[in-house]
C-alpha cells in the first residue's frame, strides 16, 4: 500500500502561483510513477502531468504545457506541482497518484493503483 496526501492547494487570484506537495509513505517511492489530475463537479478526473520514477521523463497536458511543472524529490518522498500563471480555469480539486513504474507514462486515471485524497485550487478572476 501506498499512502498519498496532498498539500498546498488554496485560493489565489488570476496570475498567481501555487505548489502543491504529495506525500507518499508505505512503500518505496523511487518504484512509483507519479501523476496529478484534477476534476471539476461534472467532469471527469484528467490528467496535469506525470512523472516517472527518477523525474527524468515528464509529461503535461496541452492546456497545463509552459505554465505547471512537475517534479519529485525521491529522498523525501515527495511529489510536486508548480502551478505558474494560473487561469481560473484551473479551479479544480487536485489529486496526486501513484502507479508502479513500468517504463510507461500513464496518462489514464485507471492506471494508477493510489490515490490521495485530493486539494482544492480555487483560482478567482
Known amino acids: 500500500q501506498v499512502q498519498l496526501v496532498e498539500s498546498g492547494g488554496g485560493l489565489v487570484q488570476a496570475g498567481g502561483s501555487l505548489r502543491l506537495s504529495c506525500a507518499a509513505s508505505g512503500r518505496t517511492f523511487s518504484n512509483y510513477a507519479m501523476g496529478w489530475f484534477r476534476q471539476v463537479p461534472g467532469k471527469e478526473r484528467e490528467l496535469v502531468a506525470a512523472?516517472?520514477?527518477?523525474?527524468?521523463?515528464?509529461h503535461y497536458s496541452d492546456s497545463v504545457k509552459g505554465r505547471f511543472t512537475i517534479s519529485r524529490d525521491n529522498a523525501k518522498n515527495t511529489a510536486y506541482l508548480q502551478m505558474n500563471s494560473l487561469k481560473p480555469e484551473d479551479t479544480a480539486v487536485y489529486y496526486c497518484?501513484?502507479?508502479?513504474?513500468?517504463?510507461?507514462?500513464?496518462?489514464?486515471?485507471?492506471?494508477?493503483?493510489?490515490w490521495g485524497q485530493g486539494t482544492q485550487v480555487t483560482v478567482s478572476s
Open positions: 497518484a501513484a502507479r508502479k513504474y513500468d517504463g510507461v507514462i500513464a496518462t489514464m486515471g485507471p492506471s494508477y493503483d493510489y
Open positions: 512523472i516517472n520514477w527518477s523525474g527524468g521523463i515528464t
